[in-house]
C-alpha cells in the first residue's frame, strides 16, 4: 500500500509538472511568440523588398550600360537624321532610368569600391541633368582607370553645367599619348571624350572666355604628338571663338596626314575669317587634295572668306578674287 501510495504520488507530481510546465508554455506563448512573429515577418518583408531593389538596381545598370553604348554611336554620327533621333529617343530612356535610380548611382559614383559599375554610375549621371551630381562627375576625373575618367568627362559634356571648371577636362584632353598601345587605347577615348565635352559645354559655359585659353593651349601641341580625335575638336572650338587673331594656330593642322583633320582646319579657317588662310586654303581646293570632304570645307571656307561668293573648284579663279580684294 504504501509502495502504491508513492507510486501514485509520484504519479501526480509528475502530471503537475506537465500540466504546470504546459500552462507554462501556454503563457509564454501569449506573451512573447506573437511579438516574435509579427518581428519575422517584418523582417522577411524587409529583406525581400531590399533583394528586390538591388536586383532592380543591378538590371537598371545593365540596362544604362547597353543604352550608354547606343547613344554614343549615335552621338558620334550626329548630322545624319536617323541617328540624330535616335540619339534624342535613347537620352530620353537613360534620363527616365537616372531619375529611378538617381540615389543608388549617386552613392556607386563615389564608392571606389564599386569597379565596372562606378563607371556606368558616373557615366549616366550627366543624363540626369541634376546639378547635384556635378561633385561626383568632377572628382571621378581625378580616378586613376581612363574609364571611369572618361566616363565622367562624358558626364559633364551631357550635363553642361554652366559652372563647369574647364582644368580636369583640359588636362585629360592633353594627357601625354605613350608607345604602349593596350595603355593607349583607353587613353585615346578619354582624351577625345574630354575634348568632346569641352565642345559641348563651349555654348553653355559661365566664363565664355575660358575656352579662348583652352583650345589655343590644346592645339599648340606638336601636331605629331596630339591626337587627331582631340585635334578636331579643338579645331571646331577655336573656330567658334571667330577671333581672326587664332588663325595661325589653326594653319599647321591644314597639313596634317588625317583627311578628317585637315577638314576641321578648312572649316575652322573659314570661321575665323582672316584672309591670310587664303593661300592654305586654296592648296586644300585644288587637284593636290585627294579627299574630296577636305576640298569641300576648302571651297566652303573661301565662300565665307569671300562673302559668299562661289566659284567652285577652280583655283586660279578664287585667286583672282583675292587678289583683287574682296
Known amino acids: 500500500m504504501t509502495r502504491m501510495r508513492s507510486s501514485s504520488f509520484v504519479l501526480i507530481s509528475l502530471s503537475s509538472l506537465l500540466t504546470g510546465c504546459a500552462g507554462s508554455s501556454d503563457a509564454t506563448k501569449a506573451t512573447w511568440e506573437p511579438q516574435q512573429e509579427r518581428l519575422y515577418v517584418q523582417r522577411k518583408k524587409d529583406n525581400a523588398e531590399t533583394l528586390a531593389r538591388q536586383q532592380a538596381y543591378e538590371k537598371a545598370l545593365l540596362d544604362l550600360d547597353r543604352l550608354m553604348d547606343r547613344y554614343i554611336q549615335a552621338v558620334w554620327s550626329l548630322g545624319n537624321d536617323r541617328a540624330d533621333r535616335q540619339a534624342l529617343t535613347l537620352e530620353k530612356a537613360i ?14 559614383a563615389i564608392e571606389a569600391d564599386q569597379g565596372q559599375n562606378r563607371a556606368i554610375a558616373i557615366a549616366s549621371l550627366g543624363f540626369s541633368q541634376r546639378p547635384e551630381a556635378i561633385d561626383a562627375l568632377l572628382n571621378g576625373l581625378t580616378a586613376s582607370s581612363p574609364q571611369i575618367a572618361g566616363n565622367a568627362a562624358l558626364a559633364l559634356g551631357i550635363l553642361r553645367d554652366p559652372r563647369t571648371p574647364l582644368a580636369g577636362l583640359t588636362d585629360l584632353a592633353m594627357t601625354e599619348r605613350s608607345s ?17 565635352a569641352l565642345l559641348r559645354l563651349q555654348p553653355a559655359l559661365n566664363d565664355r572666355n575660358g575656352l579662348a585659353k583652352v583650345w589655343p593651349k590644346i592645339l599648340a601641341t606638336p601636331v605629331d604628338k596630339l591626337d587627331p580625335g582631340v585635334a578636331v575638336h579643338a579645331l571646331r572650338g577655336i573656330g567658334l571663338l571667330r577671333d581672326k587673331n587664332l588663325v595661325g594656330i589653326a594653319l599647321p593642322y591644314a597639313s596634317h596626314p588625317m583627311p578628317k583633320v585637315r577638314e576641321a582646319a578648312a572649316i575652322a579657317l573659314g570661321m ?9 586654303l586654296l592648296a586644300l581646293l585644288g587637284t593636290a587634295e585627294a579627299n574630296q ?31 583683287r580684294g574682296v
Not at 95 to 108: G, K, P, Q, T
Open 272 to 280: 575665323l575669317g582672316n584672309p591670310t588662310a587664303v593661300e592654305t
Open 180 to 196: 604602349d598601345e593596350l595603355i593607349e587605347k583607353p587613353k585615346d577615348e578619354m582624351r577625345r571624350t574630354a575634348s568632346w
Open 293 to 323: 570632304n577636305v576640298r569641300l570645307a576648302a571651297r566652303k571656307a573661301l565662300m565665307a572668306l569671300a562673302g559668299n561668293v562661289d566659284l567652285g573648284f577652280d583655283v586660279a579663279e578664287w585667286r583672282k578674287v583675292f587678289q
Open 95 to 108: 534620363h527616365d532610368i537616372v531619375l529611378e535610380h538617381f540615389a543608388e548611382l549617386m552613392r556607386s
